[in-house]
């Protein structure tokens, strides 16, 4: 598929918007067909990469589009209305530069990373996998160390140039710790192994990345913090992460309100009146709390605390809630006709509840929560 771009230095929220909106017209007729195949769209990435939309938060003086946090949850948005896999694979991407924009925003050099990314580089998430105590194993060698582990979710690893991940070094010098490195997919000792055959979220790729003694040089590791303890990186990744995250899935469920409410156009029946309306506060609640994690990431300049990260975890499950609701209540509207294969809604179902799965699950997040509002550790 081709694209045409726009044009200008600088682009404003609306050029991104119509950018984003070009792609999701031409993705959206392939998508019920990777949803059966399961299968990626390479084509749909490199589509994103040629159109500026993988550099899209890289600012511009490292060569990026410059777009604002906010500017990315929208574009993920229009994306989600017509293809949530990609979406949400390009937010898995995404939130790792919008991580390093954070660091750029806050002192801490993050050039490198950021100028790969404008130069195409795609990176890939195992955040989910990984949390406060990881897995794997490391060695300590002469100039690095030899790693060994296998990461799932990695959302898009088929196309993926660059694993930003963390190994668990068990029998580090002052105990248990945690290496955060980068690894090239071209390293010696990485594979695919294509585990992911799912409910939904079918097409994005989320296969086992498996690092079989990998050497990973000093010069990679970008943290060495203790394992089983929560870090203040968390805060950072949280806060820069989980909006542009949900923004993918917000998408899902305007598709689904859309479909929804062409179904039973010109129906007045009082059943469907109020379910129409439950399916509207739901979608509204979601779409404000989701503009509210936004608006508290202050653009990428938010402040590293415990307190940002608690209200941005409770947020993501205030909002998962209302999206899985909003594509519910989109299915009984319709009278059951959103619950067949051939129905658009029974797919944007399947997809949405993959909101369950990214940091924190809801009986995590509420522990995390309610440390935080006693002064605790987020974290036992």
């Given at each position: 598929?081709?694209?045409?771009?726009?044009?200008?230095?600088?682009?404003?929220?609306?050029?991104?918007?119509?950018?984003?909106?070009?792609?999701?017209?031409?993705?959206?007729?392939?998508?019920?067909?990777?949803?059966?195949?399961?299968?990626?769209?390479?084509?749909a990435?490199?589509?994103?990469r040629?159109?500026?939309i993988?550099?899209a938060?890289?600012?511009?003086?490292?060569?990026?589009?410059?777009?604002?946090?906010?500017?990315?949850g929208?574009?993920?948005?229009?994306?989600?209305?017509?293809?949530?896999?990609?979406?949400?694979?390009?937010?898995?991407?995404?939130?790792?530069?919008?991580?390093?924009?954070w660091?750029h925003?806050?002192?801490?050099?993050?050039?490198?990373?950021?100028?790969?990314?404008a130069?195409?580089?795609?990176?890939?998430?195992?955040?989910?996998?990984?949390?406060?105590?990881?897995?794997?194993?490391?060695?300590?060698?002469?100039?690095?160390?030899?790693?060994?582990?296998?990461k799932?979710?990695?959302?898009?690893?088929?196309?993926?140039?660059?694993?930003?991940?963390?190994?668990?070094?068990?029998?580090?010098?002052?105990?248990?710790?945690v290496?955060?490195?980068?690894?090239?997919?071209?390293?010696?000792?990485?594979?695919?192994?294509?585990?992911?055959?799912?409910?939904?979220?079918?097409?994005?790729?989320?296969?086992?990345?498996?690092?079989?003694?990998?050497?990973v040089?000093?010069?990679?590791?970008?943290?060495?913090?203790?394992?089983?303890?929560?870090?203040?990186?968390?805060?950072?990744?949280?806060?820069?992460?989980l909006?542009?995250?949900?923004?993918?899935?917000?998408?899902?469920?305007?598709?689904?309100?859309?479909?929804?409410?062409?179904?039973?156009?010109?129906?007045?029946?009082?059943?469907?009146?109020h379910?129409?309306?439950?399916m509207?506060?739901?979608?509204?609640?979601?779409?404000?709390?989701?503009?509210?994690?936004?608006?508290?990431?202050?653009?990428?300049?938010?402040?590293?605390?415990?307190?940002?990260?608690?209200?941005?975890?409770?947020?993501?499950?205030?909002?998962?809630?209302?999206?899985?609701?909003?594509?519910?209540?989109?299915?009984?509207?319709?009278?059951?006709?959103?619950?067949?294969?051939?129905?658009t809604?029974e797919?944007?179902?399947?997809d949405?509840?993959?909101?369950?799965?990214?940091?924190?699950?809801?009986?995590?997040?509420?522990?995390?929560?309610?440390?935080?509002?006693?002064?605790?550790?987020?974290?036992?």
């Amino acid at each position: 598929m081709t694209i045409m771009m726009t044009s200008p230095p600088t682009r404003t929220t609306s050029d991104w918007l119509e950018v984003a909106g070009e792609l999701a017209a031409a993705l959206r007729p392939g998508a019920a067909e990777r949803d059966r195949s399961g299968e990626l769209s390479a084509d749909a990435f490199d589509t994103l990469r040629t159109a500026g939309i993988t550099a899209a938060l890289v600012p511009e003086e490292f060569g990026g589009g410059g777009a604002s946090h906010a500017d990315m949850g929208a574009v993920l948005r229009v994306l989600g209305r017509h293809d949530g896999p990609t979406a949400v694979t390009l937010s898995m991407h995404s939130h790792l530069v919008a991580a390093q924009v954070w660091r750029h925003h806050h002192g801490i050099d993050a050039e490198k990373v950021l100028r790969k990314v404008a130069e195409g580089a795609i990176l890939i998430s195992t955040g989910a996998s990984d949390w406060v105590s990881s897995n794997g194993t490391a060695r300590k060698v002469d100039g690095g160390f030899r790693v060994s582990a296998r990461k799932n979710p990695a959302s898009g690893c088929e196309v993926g140039q660059v694993l930003v991940t963390s190994i668990r070094w068990d029998d580090a010098p002052d105990g248990p710790q945690v290496l955060h490195c980068s690894v090239p997919f071209s390293a010696d000792g990485v594979s695919i192994d294509f585990t992911w055959d799912t409910l939904g979220m079918r097409a994005t790729g989320s296969h086992t990345v498996v690092l079989d003694d990998v050497f990973v040089p000093d010069a990679a590791v970008s943290l060495v913090r203790p394992a089983d303890q929560w870090h203040p990186v968390w805060n950072t990744v949280c806060g820069a992460a989980l909006p542009l995250i949900m923004a993918a899935y917000l998408g899902i469920a305007d598709s689904a309100v859309a479909a929804a409410r062409a179904a039973v156009a010109g129906r007045s029946e009082p059943h469907v009146i109020h379910l129409l309306g439950e399916m509207m506060n739901a979608h509204i609640t979601a779409a404000d709390v989701i503009a509210a994690m936004f608006d508290d990431s202050e653009d990428l300049h938010f402040a590293n605390t415990d307190e940002h990260a608690s209200r941005t975890l409770s947020r993501k499950t205030v909002a998962t809630e209302a999206l899985i609701d909003t594509v519910r209540l989109a299915i009984e509207v319709t009278g059951g006709v959103g619950y067949t294969r051939s129905s658009t809604i029974e797919r944007l179902y399947r997809d949405v509840h993959g909101a369950l799965f990214h940091p924190l699950p809801r009986a995590k997040q509420t522990i995390l929560t309610g440390r935080v509002a006693l002064g605790l550790s987020p974290i036992a």
